[in-house]
């Protein structure tokens, strides 16, 4: 019988091993029955799964409008500034300010931003209306002396609108947008004046469940009004209003409205995906590589139901991969607590790229490895003679450098009863620059998780120096031990050897010790035995702290002491008597436990 058969044999005498025979989902008892399957698009030559995102789109933030809209506490006009301006600041050149005609707040806050003189040049301001004639002079009104402005007119398109909500045909719905089109001009023309530079944006609403060719009829008899050209663009927003498609599908229509828009060259088409399956992240990047030129959407996905597009998400995706978002996110936690304000609502601890534990690990195999990433990382950039912060970034289970994005790297790794010794170590060479030696990273690490075993919960960065200071390094506060140096020594070479003479406290005695070796520790070690402390020294490592005339120095000693082994740590502007230090650490401990 061969080895493989053998064990093969061997193997088939255990249980039953598990199989998809072997486990059986059971029937929710939920009215899946209810729900209708969304289709597919019939675009067997689509092109959007080969392509790749090498440049940001365009970006819209609806923070002020859409994302204002749902919330429980809309905006105060003085929250509205607010985050104006830090959407300004990051650098978004289309914000959509608000819905003016639906209430004195939303005009007079368009107004305050004119009249103040609070818009960049560069930057154009963007208004909603719906299209009625009313509504759309309001609009346009508000916009009276902006140096750049558009105005968005939406309509619902979708069959369940036309025919639950406004129990027309699709005629009717068609000549509510090119009618809206037609008055937008009109009252643009009719009141706004020679300095503004005006635009224009159309939104076919629920476009996700409108049929494809109904949606393109509707688009073209607007642009048919419009009239798109040379230096006269339109923007046609396709949304998925409510999110019921995978993305991929979404990709198709935005792929098929592509290819199928007359005049295109002249068309900014845009994407508007709301999060109600937990995709509208996945949507817009796919809607990109299938054609869209921009991408509307909020901060940390603000909005109605699930919440608009996470615009902090797509752009950091992009940074992530090399590419420019052309928006400044390296104050991330800056930007977190100003809309945080400006909401009344908070970011969720694991909300990508900005929540306070998206850069951090518990599990100890996590910190492990990046521990040895960033060891890695100085090692590879001063190899290559670059900064660590100009190298390219490979650290395990960091996507990005939270240092990018502002934040220290203090919080990326956090002890818990999870943890191992790699998270443990990192934190003593990150705040303190101990690199401990892995066996001692091991020793360590027991203490550590003896106590959150015994306490539960996280250890805190200073909670674990504490910890360590009382394992290996005495301080006034804190003395402890049998021996401590005290007093003058001195090194000397007789006969090619080291001989050393120091005066210590043993047992609160002043104790003259003298020994010889090859080297201050070998002679330690033979002056310890001078007062019956049998201790051998197994490893040995040390480092400097700093740099500099003042640097202080570490050295750590694993060490047998009468059968016992365990490690010493010292610290000292001299290496030697860091040395010493390491093992008198190390005896004091075996003494002590």
């Known amino acids: 019988m061969t080895e493989q058969s053998s064990v093969a044999r061997v193997f088939n005498d255990r249980p039953t091993p598990i199989t998809a025979s072997t486990v059986q989902q059971k029937p929710s008892g939920m009215p899946f029955h209810r729900y209708v399957p969304f289709g597919t698009i019939d675009l067997p030559d689509r092109t959007w799964p080969g392509k790749v995102i090498t440049q940001a789109p365009r970006w819209l933030s609806t923070d002020?409008?859409?994302?204002?809209?749902?919330?429980?506490?809309?905006?105060?006009?003085?929250?509205?500034?607010?985050?104006?301006d830090l959407l300004v600041r990051m650098g978004y050149k289309e914000i959509e300010v608000g819905f003016p005609s639906s209430g004195a707040t939303d005009f007079n806050f368009v107004?305050?931003?004119?009249?103040?003189?609070?818009?960049?040049?560069?930057?154009?301001?963007?208004?909603?209306?719906?299209?009625?004639?009313?509504?759309?002079?309001?609009?346009?009104?508000?916009?009276?002396?902006?140096?750049?402005?558009?105005?968005?007119?939406?309509?619902?398109?979708?069959?369940?609108?036309?025919?639950?909500?406004?129990?027309?045909?699709?005629?009717?719905?068609?000549?509510?947008?090119?009618?809206?089109?037609?008055?937008?001009?009109?009252?643009?023309?009719?009141?706004?004046?020679?300095?503004?530079?005006?635009?224009?944006?159309?939104?076919?609403?629920?476009?996700?469940?409108?049929?494809?060719?109904?949606?393109?009829?509707?688009?073209?008899?607007?642009?048919?009004?419009?009239?798109?050209?040379?230096?006269?663009?339109i923007i046609l927003n396709l949304p998925t209003t409510v999110e019921r498609s995978t993305p991929n599908v979404y990709a198709d229509k935005i792929e098929w409205m592509s290819r199928n828009l007359t005049r295109r060259e002249f068309v900014c088409l845009s994407t508007h995906p709301h999060n109600d399956r937990?995709?509208?992240?996945?949507?817009?990047?796919?809607?990109?590589?299938?054609?869209a030129d921009r991408v509307e959407g909020c901060l940390f996905g603000q909005g109605e139901r699930t919440g608009n597009l996470d615009l902090v998400n797509v752009g950091m995706n992009l940074f992530s991969q090399g590419v420019d978002p052309m928006i400044d996110f390296s104050d991330i936690d800056e930007i977190r607590r100003t809309a945080?304000?400006?909401?009344?609502?908070?970011?969720?601890?694991?909300?990508?790229?900005?929540?306070?534990?998206?850069?951090?690990?518990?599990?100890?195999?996590?910190?492990?490895?990046?521990?040895?990433?960033?060891?890695?990382?100085?090692?590879?950039?001063?190899?290559?003679?670059?900064?660590?912060?100009?190298?390219?970034?490979?650290?395990?289970?960091?996507?990005?450098?939270?240092?990018?994005?502002?934040?220290?790297?203090?919080?990326?790794?956090?002890?818990?009863?999870?943890?191992?010794k790699g998270g443990i170590a990192y934190v003593l060479k990150n705040d303190h620059k101990l690199d401990l030696p892995r066996r001692m990273q091991i020793e360590f690490s027991r203490t550590i998780q003896s106590k959150t075993d015994a306490?539960?919960?996280?250890?805190?960065?200073?909670?674990?120096?504490?910890?360590?200071?009382?394992?290996?390094?005495?301080?006034?506060?804190?003395?402890?031990?049998?021996?401590?140096?005290?007093g003058p020594r001195s090194l000397t070479t007789e006969g090619g050897r080291?001989?050393?003479?120091?005066?210590?406290?043993?047992?609160?005695?002043?104790?003259?010790?003298?020994?010889?070796?090859?080297?201050?520790?070998?002679?330690?070690?033979?002056?310890?035995?001078?007062?019956?402390?049998?201790?051998?020294?197994?490893?040995?490592?040390?480092?400097?702290?700093?740099?500099?005339?003042?640097?202080?120095?570490?050295?750590?000693?694993?060490?047998?002491?009468?059968?016992?082994?365990?490690?010493?740590?010292?610290?000292?502007?001299n290496t030697v008597l860091a040395s010493l230090k390491a093992l008198i650490s190390a005896v004091n401990r075996a003494q002590r436990g």
């Not at 937990?278 to 054609?291: Q, R």
């Open 111 to 233: 107004r305050s931003l004119i009249e103040e003189n609070a818009i960049p040049e560069d930057v154009t301001i963007s208004v909603l209306t719906q299209a009625r004639e009313d509504l759309i002079e309001r609009t346009v009104e508000s916009l009276v002396g902006a140096p750049r402005a558009t105005v968005h007119l939406y309509n619902a398109t979708s069959p369940l609108f036309r025919r639950v909500v406004f129990k027309g045909s699709k005629d009717d719905i068609k000549a509510i947008a090119v009618d809206g089109t037609r008055l937008v001009m009109e009252y643009a023309e009719k009141i706004l004046r020679d300095d503004t530079v005006f635009g224009y944006e159309y939104s076919p609403e629920i476009f996700i469940d409108t049929e494809l060719d109904f949606a393109l009829e509707v688009c073209e008899a607007v642009m048919d009004v419009w009239q798109p050209g040379e230096g006269r663009e």
């Open 278 to 291: 937990g995709t509208g992240v996945a949507s817009a990047e796919l809607a990109v590589m299938a054609g």
């Open 498 to 573: 080291d001989v050393l003479a120091a005066e210590a406290l043993v047992d609160g005695e002043r104790v003259a010790l003298t020994g010889s070796g090859n080297g201050p520790v070998s002679a330690f070690v033979d002056a310890l035995a001078g007062i019956g402390l049998d201790v051998r020294v197994l490893d040995y490592a040390e480092h400097a702290l700093s740099e500099g005339g003042d640097a202080q120095a570490a050295a750590y000693v694993e060490c047998a002491v009468d059968g016992k082994v365990l490690w010493g740590v010292g610290i000292d502007g």
């Open 340 to 420: 945080e304000y400006c909401n009344q609502m908070g970011v969720a601890e694991r909300h990508p790229y900005a929540g306070d534990l998206v850069y951090t690990s518990f599990s100890g195999s996590h910190q492990d490895a990046i521990k040895k990433g960033f060891d890695a990382l100085e090692a590879d950039a001063a190899a290559a003679g670059v900064p660590v912060g100009e190298f390219t970034w490979g650290v395990p289970y960091l996507p990005i450098d939270p240092k990018d994005v502002g934040r220290s790297y203090e919080a990326v790794i956090r002890v818990n009863s999870q943890s191992g």
């Open 455 to 486: 306490e539960g919960g996280e250890v805190t960065p200073a909670e674990i120096w504490a910890v360590f200071q009382d394992e290996y390094l005495p301080t006034p506060d804190n003395a402890w031990g049998r021996i401590a140096l005290d």
């Open 64 to 84: 002020l409008r859409d994302g204002n809209q749902a919330l429980i506490d809309p905006m105060s006009p003085a929250r509205k500034r607010k985050m104006f």
